[in-house]
């Protein structure tokens, strides 16, 4: 089973001015997104048709999703303020500090690629709520920015996880994976975070006297 991955590394402080005009900056990546997006979940309904036929996923039409949907993610994130460097059009993936990872795998289920409109009904109705959470945090963020310049971490992080689970949602619904959308924790390794210390290592021992 392949999953969306998806994180974002934490940047501090933050950029007051283009946090402030963030939704103007933005508009432009999510009309192209948004336009896009039909053509990947027109390619959906074809890779529908491929998959309960013949078990197989079209590489080629995978592939044109995936562009878009690492295209999204970085979208996503830059409107969601989980990062300021302005990103780059379509599959240029630029200086956006975004690492996003989806493995292909060519066999998929039947059934519930046939039956993922009915599937995906309980994790597209979370995907709504987190979202609309997520976008109260925002707003709540967007002040604390342009007041103070920083982020608080909390806010940041339970952002991150409903960007990551919405594109999990949107990679599945698109019948990218088989793999069920999973709100967790679930982090690639681009955290801030200091490194754990080094476990204790008695000093050498002395030459010996001679």
Do not use: C
Not at 148 to 168: A, E, I, N, S
Request: net charge neutral; aromatic share 14%.
């Amino acid at each position: 089973m392949s999953t969306f991955t998806y994180d974002v590394a934490y940047e501090e402080p933050r950029n007051r001015l283009t946090v402030a005009f963030r939704i103007v900056l933005a508009i432009p990546h999510l009309i192209i997104s948004q336009i896009w997006g039909y053509l990947a979940q027109i390619l959906a309904v074809i890779q529908w048709f491929i998959i309960v036929f013949t078990g197989q996923r079209n590489e080629g039409i995978w592939s044109m999703q995936r562009t878009w949907l690492g295209y999204y993610a970085r979208v996503l994130g830059y409107a969601d303020l989980l990062f300021d460097t302005y990103p780059e059009f379509a599959s240029d993936e630029g200086a956006a500090p975004v690492r996003t990872a989806i493995a292909f795998q060519s066999s998929a289920d039947r059934l519930t690629n046939a039956l993922r409109f009915i599937w995906i009904i309980p994790a597209a109705l979370l995907a709504a709520v987190l979202g609309f959470v997520a976008g109260v945090v925002v707003l709540i963020s967007w002040f604390a920015i342009v007041i103070t310049g920083k982020q608080p971490r909390g806010m940041w992080d339970f952002v991150l996880k409903v960007v990551r689970y919405t594109l999990q949602t949107q990679s599945y619904g698109l019948l990218m994976t088989d793999t069920y959308p999973k709100f967790d924790d679930a982090s690639v390794a681009m955290s801030t975070a200091p490194p754990p210390p080094a476990p204790f290592a008695p000093p050498p021992p002395p030459p010996p006297a001679r």
